[in-house]
């Protein structure tokens, strides 16, 4: 990769979002929206002495997985229109490569998802009083992760989309079950043996769990750095394997 045309293509990427005012919304306002939701739906639920409230628990992991999806689904529509526009095409042409444009995609969209934390986990804290023994530094940390996860795993789905519409198909597919068996619904040690392994070869389930450390922990723990760890690999390999499969232009 080449750091000028790197940081070349992350200002290009940047200057298009700014421009693009339901994308931003999308970014920052629904994440709030939806928590506002969820603490609504847990406000009157009891909670036990000395255990953490319904909110503070749900909350907490929701500031990873709404971060994912939106990513996942504004970069794969996204990168699917430069490609049938022609952009990508003409874009190639100059000395910009796979991993330039790719790579520029996931700084320029954790940039973007470092606002979107930010904001939402302000919310969560500061107006619905969420309570988590680690910093909201570490969760703010953690949810950009969270979020450049959904971008890598955008671009990677996205060069086997020929349209929008196959592009939200690859939804179900790929972000539903990571969400359904992270450890939201039921813990991951409680399932069943091959459900346990299918959430172990998912790496949103370690990002939930580096979540769900820092809400325990008031210091960062090894488990935790082990799954942000495992989370940045993953972010790496798709981003690799999006630029091996990247088409020029929709057939």
């Given at each position: ?9 992350t ?11 339901r ?9 709030a929206?939806l928590?506002?939701?969820v ?61 330039d ?27 619905f ?46 972000v ?22 299918l ?19 008031a210091?960062?723990t090894?488990?935790?750095w ?12 798709a ?13």
């Amino acid at each position: 990769m080449n750091p000028r045309i790197l940081v070349a293509t992350t200002g290009r990427i940047l200057r298009q979002l700014r421009h693009d005012r339901r994308t931003i919304a999308l970014l920052v306002v629904v994440p709030a929206a939806l928590l506002t939701l969820v603490y609504f739906m847990y406000a009157d639920q009891p909670t036990p002495p000395g255990q953490p409230t319904t909110f503070d628990r749900i909350a907490l992991v929701m500031l990873g997985i709404f971060p994912f999806v939106i990513m996942f689904l504004v970069t794969s529509i996204a990168m699917l229109r430069e490609r049938t526009s022609g952009t990508l095409e003409r874009l190639l042409t100059t000395p910009l490569g796979k991993l330039d444009l790719l790579f520029g995609y996931g700084i320029a969209f954790g940039l973007a998802a470092a606002v979107q934390a930010a904001v939402a986990a302000g919310v969560a804290y500061w107006v619905f009083d969420l309570d988590t023994a680690g910093s909201i530094g570490l969760v703010i940390g953690i949810a950009v992760i969270d979020a450049v996860l959904g971008v890598a795993l955008g671009l990677l789905c996205s060069a086997f989309a020929r349209t929008e519409f196959q592009a939200v198909q690859f939804l179900p597919v790929v972000v539903v079950p990571q969400l359904l068996l992270c450890g939201l619904f039921v813990a991951r040690d409680q399932m069943a043996g091959w459900l346990q392994a299918l959430s172990d070869a998912f790496p949103l389930s370690y990002a939930i769990e580096a979540l769900q450390e820092v809400g325990a922990h008031a210091e960062p723990t090894g488990r935790m750095w082990r799954d942000v760890t495992v989370v940045l690999g993953a972010v790496v390999l798709a981003l690799v394997l999006a630029a091996a499969t990247l088409r020029r232009r929709s057939g």
